[in-house]
């Protein structure tokens, strides 16, 4: 931390401690205010500060309205009751004075009058007119700090009628010799384009003229008066993109004064606004997109300090980024970006890069992919605001495919919740998602039913609204409509029966209204049985009027059968003396309707919702009525409007009896052709009375017919609830799935880890799957396109197999490309474009790895991987290789185990001299074995014995070759030890250690250890399949690795090239290359299989690795980078 | 934008609060009252934001003293975060020679750092530059 800094927190504490010190009396007036201050901190209780500050305002009112008190005392009451009004009392009587003080005091005191009046009045207060003249005077004075107020007073508060009387005077200010008057001037401006944009319509050239002001203090000011028109107009300013693309290079290039930095960094916070406004001009325009790309760069390549700032405008740089018009290049950094954002242990930088990412996912959900398991440690992270921010992220990549877990993860957080904010902002959230994507009719009304138990009555009366709309409208599907509607009833008739008290009013008034509609879809189910329900439920004593008022209209509907009959007849009798006139209403009508049961059948037809409703919007058919009672003396018909201007001026009761605005709810039904269960009074002809509720409901439904809501209009499979379980993700190998099946399988991942892996899966679960990645909302899930195909009554059983495999989307998209060599290629191209994005996704994540794992190549034993580029030369095992080959090596090549010659031999390695006695190893590859040979030649004169070589490793099973081991070594004469090797874990470099013990001539004994360092292609065998055995292992494997590598450049197929490449130097495979994919398989001796997938993607190779072997994947992926590397 | 800036002391008492919305009196000293609590029952181990309703609060700590900022959702946190730093820069740079009390500077302070809720200047020479000429003016 700087210096500044430092100090800063140490000096702070006490300065801002607002204590006056003995020995600073620069202001002795100011200990008033000191006394009150330390009075207060010394307190204890609130009654105590309430009792002390209403002396204090006693006080200050005394002196204020006394006419000998100075300008500078004046100032010190002020602040006093600035004070007082900061601790929350009031002290009006001061108001009028700080409009006198502003007028009359000079210098500070003037400016504490100013602020006074800014901290006290707001926009519209009356006094605020008195102010207008002081600030005209002040605007004119010579004094350049008299304007300064005045300028600042207005860009803070200001009344908006009295603009025009300053506005002359504010413009002239904008050519003002001081940049100070002139930076004031344009903040002026933007106040007045705030509250009165038209006011200042004709100056807009003048803003130019601000933007390119050489003061860059005068420009950033303007940059708020920008943003706010390119807010409102984006269109109207595309011509200054390229300015603000300047400005922003030269700030990012430093070109500003350095008075403008901060903590070295140049001018962050205007960095960020003009990051902002690129994002608003690029926003969907390419060619302005296009000029910023270089400058974005720049931004990104430049806050690379480690410093909070930096980080603040990298996080604006990449949302920047992600809003305009995509450039690959940019969008990889950005992403890259985000990553180490989210993977930063400071939380706050973590915090930065969920809510980047939720910013992101929204335009491309893929990125979710790579930090799943970040994710979901956020998502049980101690800190709630991260917890939060996570769910929110969630919220935003709901799919089909996720959404019940997802839900889950809502719903836990909800019930942990106790802020009503939180509540009522996540239940909206799962209502959405829910009715969005359910993926079956009984967790939706599951669901529906824990948001309406949790959610209360802070619940938006849109979810319950809405709710009732879908399950009446239903779907084309008639059968999957009773479904619904029977497991609704169910589950509403259980929950009556348990304790209907404890669930909240707009949970029983939607349960009313289902049983009163849909109870007679359940057969067994007695019409009396729900009615003495719902009866109950007009005995709470919680159940509110309106509840009451649904609860009787759901009975008038099931008036049949005689003991039901009994019921109402008692429940109506009740009610029809009630004080509430609604349910009074209501009771008379259940009576009447019930004793004329041809008049009920006709006003509550069953199925109403079936036939259209027609709707005299014009109500023709009161015409006659409306003439006779006008002819009567009634008074004419006054409008909603005018009728509620009428009723609050003479402050009555508000019965609002015609209130409902029966044209736009009518029209609504009936361009539904369905009736809105919150119409429903209307259409069964009982009310024009109706309560404001439904007024209210008829306008919800209204706005609410804007939102798509993909679940309602889609139809249902019936085999789909019981498939529904688990759906493995496309970065998610089946096999895992199936460990958890079978859980007999003898190495079980650690438990927790499975568990978040498993949550993972389900997390982040078709994602890939959404094609374009421009779209701002969740496009449909789909297999919901593929689902409508299953209505088509040509379906075929082959058919039907097909739709039933797509709904649940392939496991693995790569056997969907591998397995069905038959199928349509364009079928698979999603799949595969979802996997690669999918690969590609992780690679940042990986990249960081592979770094970790980088060797020192300057290592005596290191394992170069030039050792490989010989390789093919030495297959021919010449000699007369045109390599320079030193002249031991030539010498040892003659001691190569007959065996051995012809194969694949590595560079002979110096291990170790004692002596005389040195020790060289190569190692030789064939098919089924790795052999280490070890040279011992003794260079010396005499002979060594009792000779011993041990060799040993953790890395690799070692098993001895040799017939007889070596005891003696004739002087200049070489042995050679042959081991045979195989290795036991997989690592980038495997380790064989060995010990060399010897007698020599003097008998002396010697002990020499040596290491010898092999790379794991070394281990590695190409391993021979077909294209239709890589899929069924592709699936089983569960250790994964994805990166994405460079490819072999300035060739034709670069793909094959590359994958020529990887086969030779490191003895892969290729199985198959189709199209811009690749597979490639290989084993790690003796005989662990590992699988590749590759595929060319925005000029990179994606590669994604599987093996049933940890680690191994990971390894061999460092392997592919180097290889590729020395290209 | 910054909706309010608010400094309190460990026992929970206002030092300054600013409001770039207008508010009502009782409803100020309710969110004093919660932000207050939220902060001083964070550690220091915990995220510097908080959400209150719907807006969020960036807060810091300097020893005793807490300062609050809040923010709509569309502001950035951490720059927000880093501005509060650079307000005590200014403050540590102006009131550096003589400690005292002076709630009615801080706000002149802080009327030329944020306006509306929008950060309208942040070079520390500029900030105090009309204090500095008012003082002058006290002066001489």
């Known amino acids: 931390m700087s210096d500044v800094v430092e100090k800063t927190l140490t000096a702070l504490p006490s300065l801002l401690s607002f204590d006056s010190q003995p020995g600073a009396a620069k202001l002795s007036s100011t200990s008033k205010l000191a006394s009150l201050i330390r009075g207060i901190t010394e307190l204890t209780s609130k009654h105590e500060e309430e009792k002390l500050i209403q002396q204090e305002l006693v006080a200050i009112k005394d002196q204020v309205s006394s006419p000998n008190t100075s300008m500078r005392q004046m100032k010190e009451l002020m602040v006093r009751a600035i004070y007082c009004e900061m601790l929350g009392y009031e002290a009006s009587f001061c108001y009028i004075h700080a409009i006198k003080l502003a007028q009359q005091g000079t210098a500070l005191d003037k400016r504490v009058g100013y602020l006074a009046v800014a901290l006290f009045l707001h926009e519209s207060h009356e006094l605020l007119l008195l102010l207008v003249n002081t600030v005209l005077k002040d605007l004119q004075s010579t004094n350049l700090i008299e304007v300064c107020m005045a300028l600042t007073i207005v860009s803070q508060l200001f009344p908006k009628d009295m603009i025009p009387a300053i506005l002359p005077l504010v413009e002239e200010k904008l050519t003002h010799p001081k940049e100070i008057i002139r930076r004031k001037a344009v903040l002026a401006l933007y106040k007045f384009y705030l509250i009165a944009p038209n006011q200042v319509q004709h100056i807009h050239n003048k803003f130019r003229k601000a933007l390119c002001d050489k003061d860059p203090g005068v420009m950033t000011a303007s940059l708020h008066i920008y943003l706010q028109m390119i807010k409102e107009n984006p269109e109207g300013y595309k011509d200054l993109t390229g300015s603000f693309v300047t400005i922003l290079k030269q700030v990012v290039g430093g070109k500003l004064p350095m008075d403008y930095n901060y903590h070295s960094v140049p001018s962050p916070w205007l960095q960020i606004q003009l990051l902002r406004i690129l994002s608003l001009l690029g926003k969907d325009d390419q060619s302005s997109s296009e000029i910023m790309y270089e400058v974005l760069d720049e931004s990104l390549r430049r806050a690379e300090m480690n410093h909070n700032i930096t980080y603040a405008i990298l996080y604006e740089c990449v949302k920047c980024i992600y809003t305009i018009h995509p450039k690959d290049e940019l969008l990889e950094k950005a992403a890259k970006c985000i990553g180490n954002f989210i993977l930063s242990p400071k939380i706050n930088l973590k915090y930065i890069g969920l809510k980047a990412l939720t910013y992101v996912v929204q335009q491309d959900p893929k990125l979710a992919l790579q930090h799943q398991m970040t994710i979901i440690e956020c998502l049980d992270h101690p800190d709630l605001i991260i917890k939060r921010e996570t769910l929110e992220l969630l919220f935003r990549i709901t799919n089909g495919k996720n959404v019940t877990v997802i839900v889950e993860k809502l719903l836990d957080f909800l019930r942990t919740s106790k802020d009503d904010y939180t509540t009522i902002d996540l239940m909206g959230k799962v209502a959405e998602v829910a009715e969005k994507y359910a993926p079956d009719n009984k967790w939706f009304i599951a669901t529906m039913n824990t948001v309406f138990s949790l959610g209360g009555d802070l619940m938006q009366p849109d979810i319950p609204n809405n709710f009732l709309k879908l399950i009446s409208e239903g779907f084309d599907d008639g059968e999957q409509d009773r479904m619904l509607r029977l497991f609704a009833v169910d589950s509403y008739v259980s929950l009556l029966q348990g304790e209907p008290e404890k669930l909240p009013q707009r949970f029983l008034q939607v349960i009313s209204w289902v049983l009163g509609e849909y109870s007679h879809l359940r057969e067994d189910l007695e019409p009396a049985t729900v009615v003495r329900l719902l009866a109950h439920v007009l005995d709470l004593k919680q159940a509110s009027s309106e509840t009451k008022s649904w609860v009787l209209l759901a009975m008038t509907k099931l008036c049949e059968g005689e003991a039901a009959m009994s019921v109402l007849q008692g429940v109506s009798e009740t009610y029809s003396s009630s004080m509430d006139t609604v349910l009074r209403q209501r009771a008379q009508e259940l009576q009447n309707l019930h004793l004329n049961p041809e008049l009920w059948a006709r006003v509550l037809p069953r199925d109403a919702f079936t036939e259209p409703l027609e709707v005299d919007s014009s109500l023709s058919f009161l015409d006659g009525y409306v003439s006779e009672a006008l002819a009567a003396g009634a008074a004419p018909y006054k409008s909603p409007h005018q009728r509620q201007e009428e009723l609050a001026q003479a402050k009555a009761v508000s019965m609002e009896p015609y209130g409902l605005s029966l044209p736009i709810s009518m029209s609504l039904s009936s361009l539904d052709g369905r009736q809105s269960p919150t119409l429903l009074s209307m259409s069964s002809g009982l009310s024009g009375d109706s309560t404001d509720h439904s007024h209210k409901a008829g306008t919800t439904t209204l706005k609410l017919d804007k939102v798509k809501r993909v679940w309602g209009r889609e139809g249902y499979l019936a085999q789909r609830e019981s498939a529904v379980v688990e759906v493995p993700s496309p970065v998610h190998s089946a096999d895992q799935i199936e460990e958890v099946g079978i859980s007999q399988d003898p190495t079980p991942p650690p438990v927790a880890d499975q568990e978040k892996q498993q949550l993972a899966s389900s997390l982040f679960v078709g994602l890939g799957s959404q094609t374009s990645s421009s779209l701002m909302g969740k496009s449909e899930p789909k297999h919901q396109r593929l689902r409508k195909k299953a209505k088509d009554p040509v379906s075929s059983s082959e058919i039907s197999k097909q739709t039933s495999n797509s709904i649940f989307p392939p496991p693995i998209s790569v056997d969907n490309l591998l397995c069905n060599s038959n199928m349509d290629p364009k079928k698979s191209l999603p799949s595969c474009t979802q996997m690669t994005e999918s690969s590609q996704g992780s690679a940042a994540a990986n990249g960081t790895c592979a770094a970790e794992g980088e060797f020192t190549e300057g290592d005596v034993q290191g394992p170069e991987p030039s050792l490989f580029r010989d390789n093919r030369l030495t297959i021919a095992g010449s000699c007369e290789t045109e390599e320079p080959v030193g002249m031991k090596d030539l010498c040892l090549t003659s001691y190569l185990p007959a065996d051995c010659i012809g194969a694949n031999h590595s560079e002979f390695t110096p291990l170790c001299s004692s002596h005389g006695v040195h020790l060289s190893a190569c190692h030789v590859h064939k098919d089924d074995t790795l052999v280490l040979l070890v040279f011992i030649s003794n260079s010396s004169n005499s002979d060594v014995h009792q000779f011993i070589v041990q060799v040993d490793s953790g890395d690799v099973e070692v098993s001895c070759l040799s017939e007889s081991p070596v005891e003696e070594l004739r002087c200049h004469h070489v042995e050679v030890c042959q081991y045979s090797l195989t290795a036991k874990r997989p690592s980038v470099h495997l380790e064989v250690s060995g010990l060399v013990s010897f007698n020599m001539p003097d008998r002396t004994p010697q002990t020499t250890h040596f290491s010898y360092k092999l790379p794991l292609p070394s281990f590695i065998r190409p391993l021979e399949l077909s294209t239709e055995e890589y899929g069924t292992m592709w699936l089983a494997f569960s250790h994964d690795t994805k990166q994405n590598l460079t490819l072999v450049a300035d060739v034709q197929d670069s793909l094959r090239a590359t994958l020529d490449v990887l086969e030779r130097k490191l003895h892969l495979h290729v199985v198959a290359i189709i199209g811009m994919e690749g597979i490639v398989a290989c084993r790690l001796l003796p005989d662990q299989p590992c699988l590749m997938h590759c595929r060319v993607h925005g000029g990179t190779l994606a590669v994604w690795l599987r093996s049933p072997v940890p680690d191994l994947p990971d390894c061999l992926l460092y392997h592919c980078q180097r290889a590729l590397q020395e290209v | ?140």
Request: include cysteine; hydrophobic fraction near 40%.
């Open chain 2, 1 to 140: 934008m910054i909706t309010f800036v608010l400094m309190v002391n460990r026992q929970g008492q206002t030092r300054l609060c600013r409001y770039y919305q207008s508010i009502n009196m009782s409803r100020r000293t309710a969110l004093e009252a919660n932000i207050v609590h939220t902060c001083l029952s964070r550690s220091r181990d915990q995220c510097s934001f908080v959400e209150y309703q719907e807006s969020k609060v960036v807060f810091r700590q300097y020893a005793a003293l807490y300062i609050a900022v809040g923010i709509t959702e569309d502001e950035n946190e951490l720059s927000i975060y880093e501005l509060v730093q650079n307000f005590v820069e200014v403050l540590d740079k102006y009131f550096s020679r003589v400690i005292m009390f002076n709630l009615d500077r801080v706000h002149i302070i802080l009327d030329e750092m944020i306006q509306n809720g929008r950060i309208v200047e942040t070079n520390k020479s500029n900030i105090l530059a009309p204090l500095n000429a008012l003082d002058k003016m006290a002066d001489g």
